[in-house]
């Protein structure tokens, strides 16, 4: 990830960067917006026989076959039915949008949460818990930049999690041909929408971190882990800028994957992130080159070889 109102922010103003006619309807607009959550909806779809295959993929999909994976992505559009192409090529450029933000802005995020993990050795263990903070500590960041002050009360991530059947069908065909192709994995189409509804359904019961059923949530988890993940997830109502969390004191950072240092704030990140999708997307759409597309970047951030394979978690 980013997390999820960051990812939704971005497609906001993603979508401005596409040649112009190429999302024609409100539907394609939604699913072009649904796509910048990537594969996420499958690391929330925990109410499935499947929950092992779908929180794979999307471990595989963020880690490693970058070009393999938007290859395939392209080609399943132009095998989708006439009627339903343009909805599915929407949500592809969707799914690109979303990894060109990660290929950017995860530097950051791992750079802040390795830091906190290296200094606090009871942390070891609960590197996703860390990443988890962070990523909605940006969040607020960003919506209340980009929102003019507003909070998740007044905008609740569910809500920003917009569908139709139409629109899981058609994402869901998409997805599980790149499951089956790339990656081996045997993901029905039906469980994208089943994802997407599950990842709704723990929003709202998560949101807003410190309620009470947040609190009991977590209390719950806690059994099992040293620290809660659904407690990290959950976003604060706060006015107060997230300015250490965002770099907006433009301190220099490390890229952890490249060694390059930076000044950027988060906010500055994101703005990189765009040009770099207006140029993405047009190779994406002209050449179909997908190593130009990619450049073996991982979603991470990370380069890898020519065979784009990756096999852990950072």
Not at 119 to 125: A, F, G, M
Request: overall charge negative.
């Amino acid at each position: 990830m980013p997390a999820l109102i960051t990812h939704h922010l971005f497609g906001e103003e993603s979508i401005d960067r596409l040649p112009q006619g190429v999302i024609t309807s409100d539907e394609e607009r939604i699913a072009f917006i649904l796509g910048n959550q990537g594969p996420d909806p499958f690391f929330f779809h925990i109410l499935t026989p499947r929950v092992s295959d779908c929180t794979l993929l999307a471990q595989v999909m963020h880690r490693s076959r970058m070009s393999r994976q938007f290859a395939c992505l392209r080609d399943g559009v132009s095998h989708l039915l006439p009627r339903d192409a343009s909805l599915g090529r929407a949500f592809a450029l969707g799914l690109l949008s979303h990894y060109v933000l990660d290929r950017n802005a995860h530097p950051f995020v791992y750079e802040q949460q390795f830091g906190i993990v290296e200094s606090d050795s009871e942390l070891e263990d609960s590197s996703s818990q860390v990443h988890a903070v962070i990523e909605s500590d940006l969040d607020v960041l960003m919506l209340q930049l980009k929102r003019d002050g507003a909070t998740v009360d007044d905008y609740p991530p569910a809500g920003e999690i917009v569908t139709t059947d139409r629109i899981n069908r058609v994402a869901g065909v998409l997805m599980s041909y790149v499951a089956g192709r790339v990656y081996g994995i045997d993901i029905p189409a039906g469980e994208y929408g089943a994802a997407v509804a599950n990842m709704q359904r723990l929003y709202r019961a998560i949101e807003p971190a410190g309620s009470v059923k947040t609190r009991a949530i977590s209390l719950v988890e806690g059994l099992v882990h040293d620290y809660s993940l659904l407690d990290g997830l959950a976003h604060r109502v706060t006015t107060e800028l997230p300015e250490r969390t965002g770099n907006l004191g433009h301190l220099a950072w490390k890229n952890p994957f490249t060694d390059e240092v930076s000044t950027e704030s988060f906010p500055e990140v994101f703005d990189r992130a765009l040009l770099d999708y207006e140029c993405t997307v047009a190779r994406f759409i002209e050449t179909g080159d997908m190593e130009a597309v990619t450049n073996h970047v991982n979603y991470s951030g990370r380069v890898l070889n020519v065979d784009e394979e990756f096999d852990r978690e950072e």
